[in-house]
């Protein structure tokens, strides 16, 4: 997802000088460059969703490591649940221990056999986990620790049998609509302002606004709180410009759209509504994703950028 964020944003810069042109001219050149540029990102967006390293399509499970053990396996009461052939009941467990005064989490083959990703041929007994550790196979899932900066330590799960991956044939658009690019005015509070940012699965993480983005959309005058995760920008943070309309639910994700621009300290910002993008909980049921907070909700629908993705599994 990174990488389709670094294409958005840096295609929106490129295309800055351009568009400004087409508004002196008649901006037919501009308009096939955009179209383009746009057109670009979307087939860069589709093979990064076909990527077997990572690929939001294929995540199926999310746990946080909060309980003493965490049972991994085909069981329904399994902590986390995986399917798939060669996959047992309580196949393996993460036991999470204070050692030195540090909590240490250690995988631990039980009923199945442990797997480095990289290495089917020698089975592995136990491993402590950390963010260097090797991604592990059990069955055909891939099971990785991540320690996340807000949610803390967490077992996650790619399975690339799924059938949100096996089955996607290309994300879906509404039309290219211009009149839906428009120039915002940065209005920077003070200092960010601490809030709290409620997830897709419930849990709530820090995040600073920096300030309010004001414009005009369809003739009706608007504005969207420009979200950080950090209370101190660099050149190189993003805006979170998470938002809802009255598309959600229906034609596009319910839990709302991104849009996704470089960080601008004040002045003018463009804020390009085709390029919309789904959070990366909209393809699978293994992640967690900010929703939009109070306020950035649309009264009418914003019928451009992306939609829903029709496989995506129940949760």
């Known amino acids: 997802m990174r990488s ?39 087939e860069a967006a589709d093979v990064e969703m076909l990527d077997r390293h990572w690929s939001a399509l294929a995540l199926t499970d999310l746990v946080l490591l909060k309980a003493e053990t965490v049972t991994i396996g085909s069981g329904a009461d399994d902590s986390v649940v995986l399917e798939g052939p060669k996959v047992a009941a ?45 991604r592990l196979r059990v069955g055909r899932n891939i099971v990785y620790y991540q320690n996340s900066r807000f949610l803390g330590p967490m077992i996650r799960v790619l399975d690339y049998g799924s059938s949100a991956y096996t089955l996607f044939k290309g994300l879906e658009y509404f039309p290219v609509d211009p009149s839906y690019r428009v ?85 003018k910002i463009t804020l390009d509504f085709n390029r919309s993008v789904n959070p990366s909980c909209a393809y699978n049921s293994g992640s967690a994703c900010p929703m939009p907070p109070a306020g950035n909700r649309f009264s009418f629908p914003i019928s451009v950028g992306i939609k829903d993705y029709a496989h995506r599994p129940s949760t």
């Open 4 to 42: 389709i964020l670094v294409t958005i944003v840096m295609g929106a810069l490129s295309l800055s000088a351009s568009l400004q042109a087409q508004e002196n001219g008649d901006g037919s050149d501009e308009r096939q460059a955009y179209l383009a540029e746009i057109a670009t990102e979307r």
């Open 90 to 134: 309580h196949h393996a467990e993460v036991v999470s221990e204070v050692v030195d005064g540090v909590v240490r989490h250690t995988i631990r083959a039980v009923a199945g056999p442990l797997f480095a990703e990289s290495n089917t041929d020698e089975e592995i007994a136990e491993l402590v986990l950390d963010n260097d550790s090797p």
């Open 183 to 267: 120039e915002a005015t940065i209005d920077p509070y003070d200092q960010p302002t601490p809030i709290k940012i409620v997830d897709t699965m419930g849990f709530v993480s820090p995040a600073w606004v920096y300030g309010m983005a004001e414009f005009t959309l369809k003739g009706k005058p608007s504005r969207l709180k420009l979200i950080l995760f950090t209370p101190d920008p660099t050149p190189e943070s993003i805006f979170y410009v998470m938002y809802g309309d009255k598309t959600n639910g229906r034609e596009t994700y319910g839990a709302g759209r991104y849009l996704l621009p470089g960080f601008v300290p004040s002045g």
